[in-house]
């Protein structure tokens, strides 16, 4: 059985930063993509980051550009989200998510991926 635990949430001020990290077991991780997705109260799931298989290409929502850093280490079966320069419209749940598929690019497609963590609360006080 697949399992995504999510860390690192919290409460921080504006400017401030926060690391976010996703534990996985149950399969082999280094075999497919993993996503950062997040959800603000009244609002859909929206796509955040995303990182390949090998850890050797990344994609970010425009919102979070320059700001957010994803990351992987296989080796512990671990994905993080490096989130710098917050600000109050970063604050929501956070998501990882395990893509459906192995060996592909990332896809920013919510029903693209097959497993999901709790979630984590991150909110950014003005």
């Known amino acids: 059985q697949v399992q995504l635990v999510e860390s690192g949430g919290g409460l921080v001020q504006a400017g401030g930063s926060l690391r976010l990290s996703c534990a996985a077991s149950?399969?082999?991780?280094?075999?497919?993509?993993m996503a950062w997705f997040r959800q603000a109260p009244g609002k859909e799931r929206e796509f955040v980051a995303g990182i390949t298989w090998s850890g050797g290409s990344t994609s970010y929502a425009d919102s979070v550009k320059g700001r957010f850093a994803i990351s992987r280490t296989n080796a512990r079966n671990t994905v993080y989200l490096q989130m710098n320069s917050l600000k109050p419209e970063d604050t929501a749940v956070y998501y990882c998510?395990?893509?459906?598929?192995?060996?592909?690019?990332?896809?920013?497609?919510?029903?693209?991926?097959?497993?999901w963590g709790q979630g984590t609360q991150v909110t950014v006080s003005s």
């Open positions: 149950g399969r082999t991780f280094s075999n497919y993509a």
């Open positions: 998510a395990s893509d459906s598929s192995p060996f592909r690019m990332v896809v920013s497609g919510r029903q693209e991926y097959e497993y």
